[in-house]
């Protein structure tokens, strides 16, 4: 069965620093792209980070730019968000996305259960 758990989150103080982690199974993981999610209150879920399958290409939010670094280590099957210089503005359920398109165009999508982030004094 298909799994993304996400796990690391947590209470930090502004300015601190979190890393989470998100461990996958039942699928080929080294062919699908990684990338993490966030949702506040009351918010959209938007795009935090990605990176391409292989590692070779990341992308970010503006919001998070020079604060926030996403990796992945393929042969253990994880795909990592490190985050640091946290304000209260990151407070979050952040969500880990695998996804991949086949010929067709058709697209496969994993969604980890989430892991609250929350940066507060």
């Known amino acids: 069965q298909v799994q993304l758990v996400e796990s690391g989150g947590g209470l930090v103080q502004p300015g601190g620093s979190l890393r989470l982690s998100c461990a996958a199974s039942g699928f080929t993981f080294s062919t699908y792209a990684m990338s993490w999610y966030r949702q506040a209150p009351w918010e959209e879920r938007e795009l935090v980070a990605a990176i391409t399958s292989g590692g070779g290409i990341t992308n970010y939010a503006d919001s998070v730019k020079g604060r926030f670094t996403i990796s992945r280590d393929n042969a253990e099957n994880t795909v990592y968000l490190q985050m640091n210089s946290l304000n209260p503005e990151d407070t979050a359920v952040y969500y880990c996305?695998?996804?991949?398109?086949?010929?067709?165009?058709?697209?496969?999508?994993?969604w980890g259960q989430g892991t609250q982030v929350t940066v507060s004094s």
């Open positions: 996305r695998a996804d991949r398109k086949i010929y067709t165009g058709r697209l496969t999508i994993y």
